[in-house]
């Protein structure tokens, strides 16, 4: 039996400063602890806790909270993390100045070791690590809150979130995490990948605040998905692609900061990853939408292959109202931005973009085709032929504090530009728009 009145929690205090976080609880809920010392056949009190995450799970009813106490756990049968409603989640959390390590490899069974399923559940400050799975797999699962986690060396996706029909996974929150070194599926750089977080046939998804890199696949992927916003995570040295939006609509990726540097561990065929990708590669099984009324703005793309890319491979279609604006690119090994041809692209904007290339690169490709119109962008080296000029161009240096940096506020534009009052460029890089981690 857990903790469930505030004067229990209070005569504790006097105790312990740890259980000062347990006043984050409600009257109404109980709270549950597991620790590394714990059984399952205990009540689950601080001073009798649980030894698994699934038994606190069966015991938790919705509102209640679970906290998971500092050690490594060694789990070696499947955590099933059961939600409780959209109203009142479980929260798995850890206590304040505390952080618990979920080591996931001595599991060997046949299923993701740590798996989330139904509604109504978050999950806080927890660091799971070295799944033969993905690190954390929701399957069919909704109203998800995955925060201030660390997710590293899972073989899939680090964070996983699908079903096999569209409007059961949805309403799904990443905050603040940091993935590292997942899709070792891929370690080898010679097979299929997966990103470290995604989003599968899935909708109502906010991915934001995150720290992505060093992951064998794509940074953050989401296919056949919906209503999708990915916003203000940093995202560097994954594998192929930054950001990867596949047959999915309806969606922004607003204020990232997206980058490659000279780690050639993560590159593929010699070049760093894209910074930005969108095609239609996901198969009729899965419920493809049309990359249609996407927004792609106020990001900054730095030394990637290329800042934008288009492919029409799979189910190919093309794009139709992509909305490219406000972005900041500096600096690409290929071109700056391109799309593969499609007699279906239709309705895209590029406007209010900083183009920054080093001298003699490619800037554009594949613009010579109907369904893209440019104006107000700023164009600054690289191949003057390539450039696409329309109505309100500024051709000059932005000047940039330090261009080619990978720090986020070197892209701020010094007093002089010419840029500076014009609304071009991307706002991420404003002292108030946003703290990227």
């Given at each position: ?6 004067s229990?929690?209070?005569s ?37 806790p649980?030894?698994?995450l699934d ?16 050690g ?6 499947a ?23 979920i080591?996931?490899s ?22 799971f ?6 690190g ?5 699962a ?5 925060e ?30 940091t993935?590292?070194g ?20 899935a ?5 934001t ?45 607003d204020g ?22 969108l095609?239609?590669e996901a198969?009729?099984?899965v ?47 290929s ?29 554009a ?6 369904g ?10 690289g ?20 261009a ?17 009052s ?16």
């Amino acid at each position: 039996m857990g903790i469930n009145n505030l004067s229990t929690i209070r005569s504790k205090i006097a105790i312990s400063t740890f259980t000062a976080s347990c006043l984050l609880a409600t009257a109404s809920s109980t709270t549950y602890y597991v620790a590394t010392n714990g059984r399952d056949t205990n009540r689950g009190t601080i001073g009798s806790p649980f030894a698994t995450l699934d038994r606190a799970s069966i015991v938790a009813s919705p509102g209640d909270t679970i906290y998971v106490r500092r050690g490594i756990y060694y789990f070696t049968s499947a955590q099933v993390l059961r939600g409780g409603t959209a109203a009142k989640p479980k929260v798995i959390t850890s206590p304040i100045g505390e952080r618990p390590i979920i080591d996931c490899s001595r599991f060997t069974g046949s299923t993701p070791p740590i798996m989330g399923t139904g509604a109504g559940l978050t999950i806080k400050g927890i660091e799971f690590r070295n799944s033969k799975d993905h690190g954390l797999s929701f399957w069919g699962a909704s109203d998800v809150t995955i925060e201030s986690c660390t997710i590293r060396n899972a073989y899939y996706s680090g964070i996983y979130f699908a079903y096999s029909s569209p409007n059961v996974a949805k309403n799904v929150t990443v905050k603040g995490c940091t993935l590292i070194g997942n899709s070792r599926v891929n370690a080898s750089r010679n097979t299929t990948w997966n990103p470290a977080i995604t989003a599968d046939i899935a909708s109502n998804v906010i991915f934001t605040n995150n720290t992505v890199y060093n992951n064998y696949g794509e940074g953050i992927g989401v296919r056949s998905s919906s209503n999708c916003t990915i916003t203000s995570n940093k995202v560097y040295d994954c594998y192929s692609v930054g950001i990867y939006v596949d047959a999915s609509s309806d969606s922004t990726v607003d204020g990232n900061f997206v980058y490659a540097t000279s780690n050639i561990g993560f590159y593929r065929d010699g070049s760093p990853m894209m910074g930005i990708c969108l095609a239609r590669e996901a198969p009729t099984t899965v419920y493809p939408k049309p990359l249609s009324n996407l927004t792609i703005s106020n990001n900054i793309l730095v030394n990637n292959k290329y800042a934008f890319y288009y492919g029409n491979w799979g189910l190919a279609g093309g794009m139709q109202s992509v909305n490219f604006t406000n972005n900041t690119i500096c600096g690409t090994t290929s071109y700056q931005i391109s799309v593969e041809p499609s007699s279906s692209h239709s309705g895209n904007t590029f406007s209010k973009n900083i183009f920054y290339q080093y001298a003699a690169r490619n800037v554009a490709y594949g613009f010579n085709q109907s369904g893209f119109s440019f104006s107000n962008n700023c164009w600054y080296g690289g191949l003057l032929s390539q450039r696409i000029a329309g109505s309100g161009d500024i051709i000059a240096d932005p000047q940039f504090v330090k261009a080619g940096s990978i720090v986020l506020t070197d892209y701020q534009l010094k007093s002089g530009s010419q840029v500076l009052s014009s609304g071009i460029g991307s706002k991420a890089v404003s002292s108030n728009y946003l703290a990227l981690p």
